[in-house]
């Protein structure tokens, strides 16, 4: 059983940067999509990057237009991890943020969250000066 487990969150200026993280504490995620979503207080949860393996070595990897160019998010097999690195930070970044897993590939359905089957606690993370 695939359990997941967020860090990285805190407080943070505007302009600033965080990397989020996402390990298992259950079974190893190299054979799964993650996915990170956001939701911030009052709004629905929102996909905002999803990465997955194809051959062991290729990535594929989506980004919300909200988040293109700022964040980017990566995988190391080794350390049975995920990143999510956030540059420029804006005050509208502020969420809890989450990270999922499903079996099935990163397509472009990757948003929706009804298509993961774990997902861990969150982490918050407040942009603001």
């Known amino acids: 059983q695939v359990q997941l487990v967020e860090s990285g969150g805190g407080l943070v200026q505007p302009g600033g940067s965080l990397r989020l993280s996402c390990a298992s504490s259950?079974?190893?995620?190299?054979?799964?999509?993650i996915g990170w979503f956001r939701q911030a207080p009052g709004k629905e949860r929102e996909g905002v990057s999803c990465?997955?393996?194809?051959?062991?070595?290729?990535?594929?990897?989506y980004y919300a237009d909200s988040i293109k160019g700022r964040f980017t998010i990566s995988r190391d097999n080794a350390k049975d991890t995920v990143y999510l690195q956030m540059n420029s930070l804006r005050p509208e970044d502020t969420a809890v943020y989450y990270c999922a897993a499903r079996a099935r590939r990163c397509y472009s359905d990757y948003y929706f969250p009804n298509s993961y089957d774990y997902w861990g606690q969150g982490t918050q993370v407040t942009v603001s000066s």
């Open positions: 990465i997955s393996t194809s051959g062991g070595s290729t990535y594929y990897a």
């Open positions: 259950g079974s190893t995620l190299d054979a799964y999509a």
